[in-house]
């Protein structure tokens, strides 16, 4: 296993370390690294769990049926395309679209944590529990923390469902939208 990871790659510098990243078992049923897209230097970044089957194949997050809500969520809410970035906790896909466990994202956490300081965001918006419990605190859950704000060395922080929850359960819909417009009125307070 490669545990190298140089803090200072630049954007194209991460972008080679991690398509040939091994630092997990993910590495071994992968077809693609999916790192993330977007504005490199957008001022708000969703991350969600990991990539899906669609993500996998194509090499982007979010272009699954989840990823399809979402734009049509962002875009609803003009939210620009150059307005965010978005990427997962995890960079491969696990197997049949499970939860990441804690050695898989112990591994990729490294990837993310580049990622951030090469965005400089101001408001991170964790989509669903994987990364909620990771960026926020561990011992949180979606359902109540939801639409909740805290500030982590500087950036904002909230959370909102996983939009793959919606596709299950379509009653939860009403909240996502609801904190993905707190989430444009508080990026409207930062440009006041
Ligand atoms: S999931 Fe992350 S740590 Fe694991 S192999 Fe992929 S890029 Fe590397």
């Given at each position: 296993m490669d545990n190298l990871v140089n803090t200072n790659y630049t954007w194209n510098e991460l972008t080679s370390a991690c398509n040939k990243?091994?630092?997990?078992?993910?590495?071994?049923?992968?077809?693609?690294?999916?790192?993330?897209r977007g504005n490199p230097s957008a001022d708000v970044m969703f991350v969600g769990e990991g990539p899906g089957k669609q993500?996998?194949?194509q090499g982007e997050p979010f272009v699954?049926?989840?990823?399809q809500l979402l734009n049509s969520a962002l875009t609803a809410l003009r939210f620009s395309q150059d307005s965010y970035y978005i990427t997962n906790i995890v960079k491969?896909?696990?197997?049949?679209n499970r939860e990441?466990?804690?050695?898989?994202?112990?591994?990729?956490?490294?990837?993310?944590r580049i990622q951030t300081r090469l965005v400089q965001p101001k408001v991170v918006v964790c989509l669903g529990n994987v990364a909620l419990k990771t960026l926020i605190d561990k011992d949180m859950s979606?359902?109540?923390?939801?639409?909740?704000?805290?500030?982590?060395?500087?950036?904002?922080?909230?959370?909102?469902?996983?939009?793959?929850?919606?596709?299950?359960?379509?009653?939860?819909?009403?909240?996502?939208?609801?904190d993905l417009e707190a989430v444009?009125?508080?990026?409207?307070?930062?440009?006041?």
């Open positions: 990243c091994t630092r997990c078992a993910l590495c071994r049923d992968r077809t693609n690294v999916v790192i993330g993500e996998d194949l699954g049926a989840a990823g491969c896909r696990p197997e049949n990441p466990v804690a050695e898989e994202i112990g591994a990729c956490i490294e990837w993310l979606i359902s109540k923390e939801r639409g909740n704000w805290y500030v982590k060395k500087g950036i904002l922080f909230t959370s909102t469902y996983h939009p793959a929850a919606l596709l299950r359960r379509s009653e939860l819909k009403q909240d996502f939208w609801q444009k009125a508080k990026m409207e307070t930062l440009y006041e």
